[in-house]
Nanobody
């Protein structure tokens, strides 16, 4: 059974930084696409970015240039480094994992419905 455990959320002021971590257990981590989503109150879950098993990353336009996803296969952990945070980044952030078939395009993995495994979520609050 695959388990994802997140950590690193918190409260910061506009312009600040946070790093979220998501540690995976139960399967070879290197096989997975790792994704970050977020959900603000009253809104639908939103794609943030992905890290393919190859290490290739892709980001939503709203976070491009500010957020960076990295992965450490030796530690079974994916990170979301968030810089230049804005109040509109306030949300519960979730990591998710799915088998990386290799043949699917990046766009396939923007949809939260493809993911079988999810973390518990961690709150990020950015104050103005």
């Amino acid at each position: 059974q695959v388990q994802l455990v997140e950590s690193g959320g918190g409260s910061v002021q506009t312009g600040g930084s946070l790093r979220l971590s998501c540690t995976v257990s139960g399967r070879p981590f290197s096989w997975y696409v790792m994704a970050w989503f977020r959900q603000a109150p009253g809104k639908e879950r939103e794609f943030v970015g992905i890290s393919r098993s190859s290490g290739h990353t892709y980001y939503a336009n709203s976070v491009k240039g500010r957020f960076t996803i990295s992965r450490d296969n030796a530690k079974n952990t994916v990170y979301l480094q968030m810089n230049s945070l804005k109040p509109e980044d306030t949300a519960v952030y979730y990591c998710a994992a799915d088998w990386d078939s290799g043949s699917n395009t990046d766009g396939f993995y923007y949809d939260s419905r493809v993911y079988d495994y999810w973390g518990q979520g961690t709150q990020v609050t950015v104050s103005s």
